[in-house]
């Protein structure tokens, strides 16, 4: 198994071919051989019956008659069960393998001697004389060098077909195989960076064809990956500079006004925003993360996220900031028992997002609309409405991207770093939901998650 491990597809397709093609023609070889055989016997079968058959019928009709000598070429011999050998033509060593006694039926043998391969018909006979047999021999030495030549011919013809099978099998697994000597060639400059684009699909709708198109689309997909961590990390690296330069400068004030403890405080608390900025955003970004990563699929039930969604509201409302507008919410819950594929803590960010951006979007006295329900299937559905100005409908096809926000009448759509609803989406699709978002025919948008159950 090692030795066949260390051959090229090519060599075992090729070995593969030789043994399949030499158990055929062996196997073919031996029934030819087998027939032919069978077939000289039989011949020289009937011969020797023919020439038996003129001594059996004047035994049959003419007992009292002494039998006709042979012919010159005629190898007959009549033997009595008691007298002995009547007629005799037989060979010296053909005679003396035969059996002495008479048969009750009819034989056949394929005698080997010394000097002769023969084939041997003993016929009983019984008249009122007594009983007989009467052997009749011909020579098989024609028909087995005729065996002979046959075998050598199976010999050859069978190594010759097996080494036109080795070729063949060699030739077509080459012409088989060459598109994928082309796709690894591609696929090396393609990892070198020396060029682009995509492997060779072939014309024919065949496997490698199938698993060229496959490894396109995985090559899509990597490209796509790559260029998404790319803008990723270029995105992160600005979203960071700016609070970093705007905590150096506040730490720099701070520093020149130690001898002011009013002003000192000032500049630390503002520090201190920046970075609680820096933190949630550096929070932010790892659990994005962190939703790419496998791992065990989690089971929740409703009301543990019933219980989340009411302090995230309460976190809300405690938070202050929203001025004189309220937070409206609604449960409807047929199936309290369901569970889903997140974890609490999770839809708690969802929630806390979703309600966050709604109350920065709309006006003083406005209200802020939340909705868990389930529908018939038992999926559950997080509607969260707002009574802003509405969300630009150029935007609304990026507004689930990260790093992307609304412009500055709809600022708070994505927080202030552009990363709140891509966190809501990729918790959403890790627990096999959607997330949605988009304008009402009055006036304000609608955020609504959909996690099915499990």
């Known amino acids: 198994m090692r030795f066949l491990r260390r051959l090229s597809i090519r060599a075992r397709i090729t070995l593969g071919s030789l043994l399949v093609g030499a158990v055929v023609l062996t196997g073919v070889a031996v029934v030819l051989h087998v027939q032919i055989e069978r077939a000289t016997l039989a011949t020289d079968q009937s011969l020797a019956s023919g020439d038996a058959a003129p001594f059996v019928s004047d035994l049959r009709h003419n007992p009292d008659e002494p039998p006709d000598r042979p012919a010159e070429d005629v190898l007959v011999g009549i033997r009595s069960s008691t007298t002995g050998w009547v007629v005799d033509s037989l060979p010296r060593d053909v005679r003396a393998v035969l059996p002495s006694s008479v048969p009750d039926e009819g034989v056949t043998l394929r005698l080997h001697t010394d000097r002769r391969v023969a084939t041997v018909v003993g016929i009983p006979v019984r008249n009122h004389d007594g009983s007989f047999v009467v052997w009749a021999a011909h020579d098989g030495r024609a028909g087995q060098e005729t065996v002979s030549r046959v075998d050598r011919s199976l010999v050859i013809g069978t190594v010759l077909a097996l080494a036109a099978f080795a070729a063949a099998a060699w030739l077509l697994s080459t012409l088989a195989l060459r598109p994928v000597a082309r796709m690894r060639r591609t696929a090396e400059a393609l990892s070198s960076g020396t060029a682009e684009g995509?492997?060779?699909?072939?014309?024919?709708?065949?496997?490698?064809?199938?698993?060229?198109?496959?490894?396109?689309?995985?090559?899509?997909?990597?490209?796509?990956?790559?260029?998404?961590?790319?803008?990723?990390?270029?995105?992160?690296?600005?979203?960071?500079?700016?609070?970093?330069?705007?905590?150096?400068?506040?730490?720099?004030?701070?520093?020149?006004?130690?001898?002011?403890?009013?002003?000192?405080?000032?500049?630390?608390?503002?520090?201190?925003?920046?970075?609680?900025?820096?933190?949630?955003?550096?929070?932010?970004?790892?659990?994005?993360?962190?939703?790419?990563?496998?791992?065990?699929?989690?089971?929740?039930?409703?009301?543990?996220?019933?219980?989340?969604?009411?302090?995230?509201?309460?976190?809300?409302?405690?938070?202050?900031?929203?001025?004189?507008?309220?937070?409206?919410?609604?449960?409807?819950?047929?199936?309290?028992?369901?569970?889903?594929?997140?974890?609490?803590?999770?839809?708690?960010?969802?929630?806390?997002?979703?309600?966050?951006?709604?109350?920065?979007?709309?006006?003083?006295?406005?209200?802020?609309?939340?909705?868990?329900?389930?529908?018939?299937?038992?999926?559950?559905?997080?509607?969260?409405?707002?009574?802003?100005?509405?969300?630009?409908?150029?935007f609304l096809p990026q507004a689930f991207d990260r790093f992307t926000r609304a412009d500055s009448a709809r600022r708070a759509v994505l927080g202030g770093s552009g990363l709140g609803l891509a966190l809501v989406r990729g918790i959403a699709e890790r627990a096999g939901g959607t997330a949605t978002l988009e304008n009402l025919p009055g006036g304000g948008a609608v955020a609504v998650v959909r996690l099915p159950a499990r």
Do not use: K
């Open 198 to 394: 995509h492997l060779p699909v072939g014309t024919s709708d065949d496997e490698l064809a199938a698993l060229a198109r496959t490894l396109n689309s995985f090559i899509d997909r990597q490209r796509e990956n790559a260029e998404r961590e790319r803008r990723m990390v270029s995105d992160a690296s600005h979203e960071l500079r700016t609070p970093l330069a705007a905590l150096t400068a506040r730490l720099e004030l701070a520093h020149g006004a130690s001898g002011d403890a009013v002003a000192l405080e000032r500049e630390l608390d503002a520090a201190e925003a920046d970075a609680a900025r820096l933190v949630a955003l550096a929070n932010t970004l790892l659990e994005l993360s962190r939703l790419d990563e496998a791992g065990p699929v989690p089971s929740t039930a409703t009301a543990e996220l019933v219980t989340e969604l009411m302090g995230s509201i309460d976190r809300a409302r405690a938070l202050g900031g929203t001025g004189s507008r309220d937070i409206d919410f609604t449960v409807g819950l047929d199936a309290p028992d369901e569970r889903y594929a997140l974890e609490p803590a999770a839809f708690a960010r969802i929630v806390d997002n979703l309600v966050a951006n709604a109350i920065a979007a709309g006006e003083d006295g406005g209200v802020v609309r939340v909705a868990l329900a389930q529908d018939g299937a038992h999926d559950l559905e997080l509607r969260v409405v707002d009574d802003g100005p509405g969300v630009p409908e150029t």
